[in-house]
């Protein structure tokens, strides 16, 4: 089942988020997994903590570095992928579905379409590239 | 930034490409992991031509080698290598080296990338008058071809049984009309060679390796897999394990350190090293709880800080997190338990016996 990217959201720091109601679910984009590189170690945040948008909610690892995650939008952690802690190369091999991070509850509604669309965030690519 | 002769052959293989020691070198082909794997199980070829070659000769060329490197020079022979160090007189590293024996009056260096223009000032400093040195670094690629495959690609790919070539021994060959060196010799903890060839010849044989190899399930291996793999191995990179401020035996050298062969520079300050007792000695950590131990991380046991990562990595093979760490000589033992400093959260690993990795013979 291919995820249709036009229905995501991005952010400059390359995470997308699938917004359903007042449910969202975040990961990481192609483009930075690719960037990363094979992910060896992910750090999650528990369930039930809030965050602010730009907020570091986790970190992904690999080799190269680490990178800090930041939400995207104001909101509760409602689930996290603990699937990623033991077999974090999903992220990698599927970074838009089966890699997602973290499940949130949110009512930042303004926050969330200030964010970018695909196209927006192909354009940032290139211009990034 | 420099260029090795294969800069468009990695452009081609859609290499990421990042500045090291000067040089725009692959991190990697299409992943650290698949290329560290490849080599473990297979064959995986390295270029590697960014390394220096020096070429040493005269009638007072092995004396020279003798004075200025820590191994045992007497014990070469035509066709013969030996992994060596030079030092500073206060016993620091210069730098790590491989010396081969041409004849009594030829010898083949190669060093370290990152040092090449100091080594060679280091040994002008230091050249007797019956010794003359040359940089041929330009002249010549190094291309490194390591995995248990690795020998039967290179019998198909030479037309030449090389069974008979031992480690640390190196022959002439012949491909194409063109002459070149063959060593075995790696930095994988693989079986291996490293060939020297002409620069102008390096992409020949890169693309003629890859295309013979393929059917022994080749890989070209960029510098991400070249560090995992070293560091499985256990052996030391210069800057990290080893420096100007790193005695050889604190970094387990000491069995390149011949003591007893004679004057050398930094036998002195080695000697009263040894008699003082070393202060600080390297260890093999693996992480139990997850995450990188990253250079210059802070290792601490039973709460007091006792050394720093001085590499570390996660292992494609074991999928854990290894490190090797300068700690104090006294603590630290295999088996124990010590914390790292992983950006501001410690976590726990155990002291391993080295090396990480052993190939079964």
Redesign the interface.
């Known amino acids: 089942m291919a995820v249709d990217q036009n229905k995501l959201k991005y952010t400059k720091d390359h995470e997308w988020i699938s917004l359903d109601g007042k449910k969202g679910i975040i990961g990481i984009t192609e483009y930075a997994a690719e960037q990363l590189g094979d992910v060896v170690h992910v750090e999650l945040p528990q369930v039930g903590q809030e965050f602010e948008q730009g907020d570091t909610f986790g970190s992904v690892e690999s080799v190269k570095s680490v990178s800090d995650l930041y939400i995207p939008v104001t909101g509760r952690v409602i689930e996290v992928n603990d699937v990623l802690l033991d077999n974090s190369e999903i992220i990698n091999e599927d970074p838009l579905e089966e890699g997602w991070l973290i499940k949130i509850e949110t009512d930042a509604m303004g926050e969330y379409k200030e964010l970018m669309t695909n196209e927006q965030y192909q354009s940032f690519l290139s211009e990034e590239a | 930034m420099k260029r090795t002769p294969l800069y468009e052959d990695h452009k081609t293989l859609k290499a990421r490409l990042i500045p090291f020691g000067g040089w725009d070198m692959p991190?990697?082909y299409k992943?650290?992991?698949l290329e560290h794997l490849a080599v473990r199980e297979d064959v995986g070829l390295f270029d590697v031509s960014h390394m220096g070659e020096f070429l040493v000769k005269g009638t007072g060329a092995k004396d020279f080698l003798q004075k200025v490197t820590t191994n045992d020079v007497a014990k070469l022979y035509d066709g013969r290598c030996q992994y060596s160090l030079m030092c500073y007189e206060n016993g620091t590293v210069v730098d790590d080296l491989i010396v081969s024996q041409v004849s009594n009056n030829e010898f083949i260096l190669v060093v370290n990338a990152s040092n090449i223009e100091k080594d060679f000032a280091w040994l002008n400093q230091h050249l007797s008058d019956d010794v003359t040195l040359e940089n041929l670094s330009d002249q010549k690629a190094l291309l490194a071809l390591q995995g248990p495959k690795a020998q039967n690609l290179l019998n198909e790919f030479l037309d030449t049984d090389f069974s008979g070539l031992k480690y640390y021994h190196f022959q002439p060959a012949e491909y194409q009309g063109i002459n070149l060196l063959v060593f075995r010799t790696g930095y994988t903890g693989e079986d291996g060679f490293e060939l020297m060839v002409p620069a102008e010849k390096a992409s020949l044989f890169w693309n003629d390796l890859l295309k013979k190899g393929s059917v022994f399930g080749i890989e070209p291996i960029g510098l991400?897999a070249r560090d995992?793999l070293r560091l499985e191995a256990c052996f030391s990179l210069y800057g990290h394990e080893i420096s100007d401020a790193i005695l050889p035996l604190e970094a387990g050298l000491g069995w390149v350190v011949k003591l007893d062969k004679g004057d050398f520079i930094g036998r002195g300050a080695l000697i009263d090293a040894k008699e003082t007792g070393l202060k600080r000695k390297l260890v093999a950590l693996e992480m139990v709880e997850?995450?990188?131990a990253r250079e210059g991380y802070e290792v601490f046991q039973e709460g007091e800080k006792i050394g720093v990562i001085t590499s570390g990595?996660?292992s494609?093979l074991s999928k854990k997190?290894i490190a090797l760490a300068l700690v104090s000589a006294h603590k630290a033992q295999v088996n124990d338990e010590v914390q790292v400093n992983l950006?501001g959260k410690n976590r726990t690993a155990k002291v391993v016996k080295k090396p990480f990795y052993a190939r079964a013979s």
Do not use: W
């Open positions: 991190v990697q992943g650290v992991g991400g995992t997850a995450g990188i990595t996660h494609p997190s950006r």
